[in-house]
């Protein structure tokens, strides 16, 4: 199965350089000469000619754009490589529509989706009832992901899901 590494995006400069929106934690992806496919382009694959960070953003060469207008043209692109199993990591189709439950089994939710964030990612969980929560993927709070099983364990501070949530400090004793 094919994954998005990146997204292109504008053109920089007037040599066929492209800022990409990564969205892989592989680096080894960007090196010359690694080939992607392009979604929606079944005949293109671009390869990596030089890659290199700019003002917190990545910029792209590829082989087969050497102008700003092939660059554009593929604008909004997504750059397509194959899925590799890692230990520890996970693909947001294999998240969606895992049960979200706490350690002790109770549910509070479904995984709807992953939105990828600079700091950390979040996953998405819709309750029971009640609007999306958006819970912070680090293993301190999703200490464990069972894909096979579809079920994610949760750990939630306080308040994340139970909106009456009041901590006794909060409370003024009289």
């Not at 292109?8 to 040599?15: N, Q, V």
């Not at 490589?81 to 890692?86: D, H, K, Q, R, S």
């Not at 992953?114 to 819709?126: E, N, T």
């Amino acid at each position: 199965m094919q994954m998005t590494a990146g997204i292109i995006g504008p053109a920089h400069g007037l040599r066929g350089e492209a800022m990409v929106e990564v969205r892989s934690d592989d680096p080894e992806i960007w090196a010359p000469g690694f080939v992607f496919g392009v979604l929606g382009e079944p005949e293109m694959e671009l390869t990596v000619r030089s890659a290199r960070m700019h003002k917190d953003r990545l910029l792209v060469g590829f082989e087969e754009l050497s102008t700003r207008e092939q660059v554009e043209a593929l604008r909004g692109k997504k750059l397509l490589v194959e899925e590799t199993e890692e230990e520890d990591a996970w693909y947001p189709h294999q998240l969606k529509g895992c049960v979200a439950v706490m350690p002790d089994g109770a549910t509070l939710g479904t995984v709807t989706g992953l939105q990828f964030g600079m700091a950390q990612d979040l996953l998405l969980v819709k309750p029971v009832s009640g609007a999306t929560v958006m819970v912070p993927f680090v293993e301190e709070l999703v200490p464990e992901v069972d894909v096979e099983n579809k079920r994610v364990t949760l750990t939630p501070p306080p308040g994340l899901f139970d909106d009456d949530y009041v901590d006794a400090s909060d409370r003024n004793s009289n």
